[in-house]
């Protein structure tokens, strides 16, 4: 089913593609970022494994909460990366680098440097998805003068 979040088309399929585009970003830094106060690729490692895989999935059900929320679309701008960034990343990401690291510094370091980074990005991001136009190409049509042309030469 086909929604509109911030005056786009949201459909399944843009919802993943974005998800997961935004864990490749998000595991190149936060390994730096863990690395940095850790020292430790193990823990490296594993916090950014746990992390980013429960996240293709919070981050997919996130996009497709938001489009059941009626709100306006200037609210919905600043929620969007409050509720994400902010709640739900600040929560999971410190409860996962708590079980791994087992220090409270560690964590608050680890948590603040990604999530407060990664909130201006995020931002960022929104605002380039929105200029992608998400139709799909029909070879068929778009090349169909081509095919009819060159059966007659």
């Known amino acids: 089913m086909e929604k509109t979040l911030l005056g786009r088309k949201e459909t399944r399929k843009r919802s993943m593609t974005k998800s997961l ?54 609210r919905k701008k600043w929620a969007k990366p409050f509720t994400y960034e902010i709640i739900l990343g600040h929560c999971v990401l410190g409860f996962i680098s708590l079980m791994v690291t087992g220090s409270w510094s560690k964590v608050t370091w680890i948590t603040i440097t990604y999530i407060e980074n990664k909130l201006w990005i995020y931002v960022v991001y929104e605002w380039l998805w929105g200029k992608v136009e998400w139709e799909t190409f029909n070879f068929s049509a778009e090349f169909s003068p081509l095919v009819h042309y060159s059966t007659h030469i």
């Open 21 to 74: 585009i935004w864990r490749g970003m998000g595991v190149v830094i936060l390994a730096i970022v863990t690395y940095y106060f850790t020292g430790s690729l193990i823990q490296t490692g594993l916090i950014t494994f746990i992390h980013h895989f429960s996240f293709i999935w919070i981050y997919y059900f996130h996009e497709r909460a938001w489009l059941r929320i009626n709100w306006s679309e200037k």
